[in-house]
Protein backbone atom coordinates (compact mmCIF):
# COMPACT_ATOMS: atom_id res chain seq x y z
CA UNK A 1 0.00 0.00 0.00
CA UNK A 2 1.52 3.52 -0.83
CA UNK A 3 -0.67 6.95 0.14
CA UNK A 4 1.69 9.55 -2.15
CA UNK A 5 0.37 13.33 -1.11
CA UNK A 6 1.34 16.46 -3.35
CA UNK A 7 0.51 19.67 -4.41
CA UNK A 8 1.64 21.42 -1.27
CA UNK A 9 3.72 24.83 -1.46
CA UNK A 10 4.06 28.38 0.12
CA UNK A 11 1.57 30.63 -0.76
CA UNK A 12 0.29 34.02 0.60
CA UNK A 13 -2.77 34.04 2.94
CA UNK A 14 -5.69 34.43 0.90
CA UNK A 15 -4.08 32.16 -1.53
CA UNK A 16 -5.03 28.80 -2.75
CA UNK A 17 -3.64 25.01 -3.34
CA UNK A 18 -5.04 21.77 -4.32
CA UNK A 19 -4.02 18.80 -2.27
CA UNK A 20 -3.83 15.33 -4.50
CA UNK A 21 -3.58 11.61 -2.54
CA UNK A 22 -2.89 8.94 -4.92
CA UNK A 23 -3.21 5.73 -3.83
CA UNK A 24 -1.81 2.14 -4.97
CA UNK A 25 -1.51 -1.29 -3.85
CA UNK A 26 -5.16 0.01 -2.36
CA UNK A 27 -8.93 0.18 -3.39
CA UNK A 28 -9.88 3.49 -2.79
CA UNK A 29 -13.45 2.84 -3.44
CA UNK A 30 -13.34 -0.01 -0.05
CA UNK A 31 -12.59 2.90 2.67
CA UNK A 32 -13.72 6.47 3.72
CA UNK A 33 -10.86 8.75 3.39
CA UNK A 34 -9.67 11.81 5.47
CA UNK A 35 -7.15 14.44 5.28
CA UNK A 36 -4.68 15.05 8.11
CA UNK A 37 -2.28 17.80 8.79
CA UNK A 38 0.23 17.99 11.68
CA UNK A 39 1.52 21.50 12.47
CA UNK A 40 4.93 21.45 14.46
CA UNK A 41 4.41 21.06 17.70
CA UNK A 42 1.08 19.98 17.88
CA UNK A 43 -0.84 16.46 17.43
CA UNK A 44 -1.99 15.32 13.58
CA UNK A 45 -5.50 16.30 13.15
CA UNK A 46 -8.03 15.09 10.66
CA UNK A 47 -9.11 18.10 8.30
CA UNK A 48 -11.72 16.68 6.06
CA UNK A 49 -13.03 13.27 5.80
CA UNK A 50 -15.47 12.01 2.82
CA UNK A 51 -17.41 8.42 2.81
CA UNK A 52 -16.43 5.82 0.56
CA UNK A 53 -18.81 6.75 -2.51
CA UNK A 54 -18.60 10.71 -1.69
CA UNK A 55 -22.32 10.61 0.21
CA UNK A 56 -20.91 12.07 3.46
CA UNK A 57 -18.57 14.67 4.16
CA UNK A 58 -17.23 16.60 6.99
CA UNK A 59 -14.82 19.39 8.44
CA UNK A 60 -13.17 20.14 11.58
CA UNK A 61 -14.60 23.69 12.40
CA UNK A 62 -11.65 25.60 11.70
CA UNK A 63 -11.80 24.96 7.74
CA UNK A 64 -15.64 25.04 6.78
CA UNK A 65 -16.22 26.75 4.28
CA UNK A 66 -13.12 27.01 3.11
CA UNK A 67 -11.51 23.58 1.77
CA UNK A 68 -13.60 20.96 -0.37
CA UNK A 69 -12.64 17.47 -0.07
CA UNK A 70 -13.30 15.00 -3.47
CA UNK A 71 -12.47 12.02 -4.44
CA UNK A 72 -12.05 9.84 -7.96
CA UNK A 73 -12.58 6.27 -6.87
CA UNK A 74 -11.86 5.73 -10.67
CA UNK A 75 -8.46 7.17 -10.38
CA UNK A 76 -8.04 6.40 -7.12
CA UNK A 77 -7.26 9.66 -5.77
CA UNK A 78 -8.36 12.17 -3.04
CA UNK A 79 -8.05 15.64 -3.34
CA UNK A 80 -8.51 18.66 -1.35
CA UNK A 81 -9.19 22.39 -2.66
CA UNK A 82 -7.99 25.14 0.34
CA UNK A 83 -9.37 28.59 -0.62
CA UNK A 84 -8.91 31.49 1.57
CA UNK A 85 -5.53 29.71 3.14
CA UNK A 86 -4.61 31.26 6.46
CA UNK A 87 -1.24 31.15 8.20
CA UNK A 88 -2.91 28.91 10.97
CA UNK A 89 -3.16 26.60 8.13
CA UNK A 90 0.92 25.69 7.80
CA UNK A 91 1.11 22.25 8.46
CA UNK A 92 2.27 18.96 6.52
CA UNK A 93 -0.98 17.36 5.37
CA UNK A 94 -1.25 13.66 5.14
CA UNK A 95 -4.20 11.86 3.51
CA UNK A 96 -5.50 7.83 4.76
CA UNK A 97 -7.79 5.64 5.13
CA UNK A 98 -10.81 5.39 8.07
CA UNK A 99 -9.44 3.89 10.57
CA UNK A 100 -5.76 4.77 9.06
CA UNK A 101 -3.52 2.06 7.19
CA UNK A 102 -0.39 1.18 8.78
CA UNK A 103 1.25 3.49 6.16
CA UNK A 104 1.55 6.96 6.11
CA UNK A 105 2.22 8.57 2.63
CA UNK A 106 5.24 11.66 3.27
CA UNK A 107 3.03 14.39 3.61
CA UNK A 108 2.90 17.43 1.58
CA UNK A 109 4.23 20.80 3.05
CA UNK A 110 1.91 23.70 3.14
CA UNK A 111 3.69 27.22 4.24
CA UNK A 112 0.80 30.16 4.13
CA UNK A 113 3.18 33.22 4.70
CA UNK A 114 3.22 36.75 3.10
Known amino acids: VQLVESGGGLVQPGGSLRLSCAAS????????MSWYRQAPGKEREVVAT????????TYVDSVKGRFTISRDNVKNTVYLQMNNLKPEDTAVYFC????????WGQGTQVTVSS
Open 25 to 32: GFTLSSAA
Open 50 to 57: ISRFGGTI
Open 96 to 103: NAVPPLRS
